[in-house]
């Protein structure tokens, strides 16, 4: 355990609009600010120009979450200017990344307190187009969307690397032996529980009304799924494959934030913290299997945290799809009935940006539900990565 060990004292995340949906009118730079406000308005005894350090995940970047969204995200939510903040692009896992960066700040004395999140809105993405290397070509140009997936892709990178992530599931699902009906049925689950939970009033703790937007709750969840409805559902990436719009994380708009500090730090903050970093787990593979990656990296986390899977009692694993999540529950020693027990992306949606600071928030949430002492966060990543955060319960 490091001399100073890393606390989260707060987690909250806007709800989850669909691509074009609720939040498709909302810029960019203002979502990011919603959480983070939320955060600081929940904690009223916190100054906040005792905030040493902002970090903020995002994977575009290529529209109005240009020029650090993490500063832009503290100076519209009204921090102090001298807060300073970054941005950093792991794709899928931005925003756990974030929170394994703002950890290690405290860990190691450099912040006693910072903030960590994540924003993306997938609609509002936009088009690009290559510079031309010389004024007034005479052909025709193609705008490239950024919304998800590879764009502008370097010619010298070898193909098999530049493979989309859902042909890539397909082959991780031809290579463990998923089978559609696996996929849909956790598809299912998912949609079920997220609804269970909504329902049950679980979310409401941790969520930070859009201003100016209805959207009381995440949009894309379908409490009317069923297995017959999921079954009718084509192949998106191959002919003859598995992999569907059913079984597969939507496009998605939203924020999350976290808040992060030493034990010293409670004072300050003015509350208790919630969780301990206990761990955390980085891990790199073939980019076709990328789904595969949170394995390793949650195997890693684990053993730098001194603990097993036997000590674990719930995993927040990301939905990308249904398939690398089944591989990745398959290869460890877990019962699925601790996994995902809230509903997970596949329902709840995945604003890539975002999601890493959503499974905290809700794994967090789970632990103290629960009385759980140790929980797992995991995501997977395109290009072949993956990130995992052990986290301890020591809530009352």
Request: aromatic share 6%.
């Amino acid at each position: 355990m490091p001399a100073t060990s890393a606390y989260i004292y707060d987690a909250v995340r806007t709800p989850f609009g669909r691509f074009g949906g609720a939040l498709a009118d909302v810029r960019t730079d203002d979502l990011a600010a919603v959480p983070l406000r939320g955060l600081l308005d929940r904690s009223p005894d916190l100054d906040p120009a005792a905030v040493d350090e902002v970090v903020y995940g995002n994977a575009n970047g290529a529209g109005e979450d240009n020029r650090n969204v993490g500063r832009m995200a503290v100076l519209l939510a009204g921090m102090p200017v001298t807060v300073p903040a970054t941005t950093v692009n792991r794709l899928c896992g931005s925003s756990l990344d974030a929170a394994m960066i703002a950890s290690r700040a405290v860990e190691t004395g450099d912040a006693h307190v910072a903030i960590a999140g994540g924003v993306e809105s997938m609609t509002r993405a936009p088009w690009v187009l290559p510079k031309p290397r010389r004024g007034f070509p005479a052909g025709d140009v193609t705008a490239v969307s950024t919304t998800l997936g590879w764009r502008l892709v370097n010619p010298a990178m070898p193909e098999p690397y530049v493979i989309s992530n859902g042909l890539a599931t397909e082959r991780l699902a031809a290579e463990y032996g998923i089978s559609r009906e696996r996929q849909d049925a956790f598809a299912l689950r998912s949609h079920q529980a997220a609804d269970e939970a909504w329902r049950a009033g679980f979310y409401d703790g941790h969520l930070v009304a859009v201003p100016g937007v209805a959207l009381a709750r995440d949009e894309g969840i379908r409490a009317d799924s069923s297995l017959d409805t999921l079954a009718g559902l084509k192949p998106a990436f191959a002919t003859t494959g598995s992999v569907t719009a059913g079984n597969s994380s939507p496009l998605s708009d939203g924020a999350s934030a976290v808040l992060i500090g030493s034990e010293a730090a409670a004072e300050r903050i003015g509350r208790s913290p919630l969780a301990r970093i206990a761990g955390r787990g980085t891990a790199a593979n073939e980019p076709w299997r990328f789904g595969y990656a949170p394995v390793e990296a949650a195997n890693g986390a684990l053993q730098r945290a001194g603990l097993s899977w036997s000590d674990v009692g719930a995993v927040e694993l990301n939905e990308a799809f249904a398939a690398q999540s089944l591989a990745c529950l398959d290869a460890w020693p877990v019962d699925p009935a601790i996994v995902n027990q809230r509903g997970g992306a596949i329902a709840i949606g995945h604003p890539l940006g975002a999601s890493g600071g959503r499974i905290l928030a809700t794994l967090i949430a789970v632990l103290r539900q629960s009385g759980q002492r140790y929980g797992v966060a995991a995501i997977c990543i395109g290009v072949g990565q993956g990130l995992a955060v052990v986290v301890e319960n020591v809530a009352p």
